[in-house]
């Protein structure tokens, strides 16, 4: 298999789609919460928690801005430099030291795999990048590993419909606001 070159690195980014939906959704679930708050004379100042809210956003864009580089030396998990280091570390593991690419069982019964170093440390698989069966094909031709059972998490699909239901549910936060809005 001779996916690359030696002077190539490839970056992979999380999917627009995975961003679109789970940006979306935490609009959804936050958006109606300060006017609730105001309407309801909740102990939580609406302004409050419309901050909290704007810097929760922040994070949730930050997680997905993460991307995986791939070069002749190795596998790296990164983020943009203005994210924090503190907030979402990124890894480095040449291919020398990758021993295997071991299955683990998710809470939800997912499969995840991890990569697994010489010295026996654990790299979580990026899975919900564009083009992860080209990052696939990447990782078997430097490191050997046999990954022809090696699937996303998540497809597409279950993406779409989470979006579309999110979509609904923006319908429902806008008669939500503009009741809050007549009555206030």
């Known amino acids: 298999m001779d996916l690359i070159q030696d002077s190539e690195i490839f970056v992979f980014k999380i999917s627009p789609l995975i961003k679109l939906t789970l940006l979306s959704l935490y609009i959804a679930l936050t958006v109606p919460l300060p006017f609730l708050s105001q309407v309801t004379h909740a102990p939580v100042s609406p302004v409050v928690l419309a901050v909290g809210l704007v810097f929760g956003a922040i994070a949730l864009y930050a997680a997905l801005t ?4 791939l070069t002749d030396q190795g596998i790296q998990v990164c983020y943009p430099s203005w994210v924090p280091d503190l907030f979402r570390k990124g890894w480095y ?8 690419l071991k299955p683990r069982t998710t809470g939800q019964g997912g499969l995840v795999y991890y990569f697994v170093s010489n010295s026996g440390e654990g790299y979580l698989l ?13 990782v ?44 206030s």
Do not use: H
């Open 66 to 69: 993460e991307r995986v580089i």
């Open 93 to 100: 593991l040449p291919w020398t030291e990758v021993k295997a």
């Open 126 to 138: 990026p899975m919900r990048v564009v083009g992860f069966a080209k990052l696939v094909g990447i």
């Open 140 to 183: 078997t031709a430097k490191t050997g590993i046999d990954t022809t059972d090696v699937r996303p998490l998540s497809q597409p699909w279950m993406y779409i419909i989470l979006l579309g239901c999110t979509l609904l549910l923006l319908l429902v936060d806008a008669w939500t606001i503009s009741n809050v809005i007549a009555i």
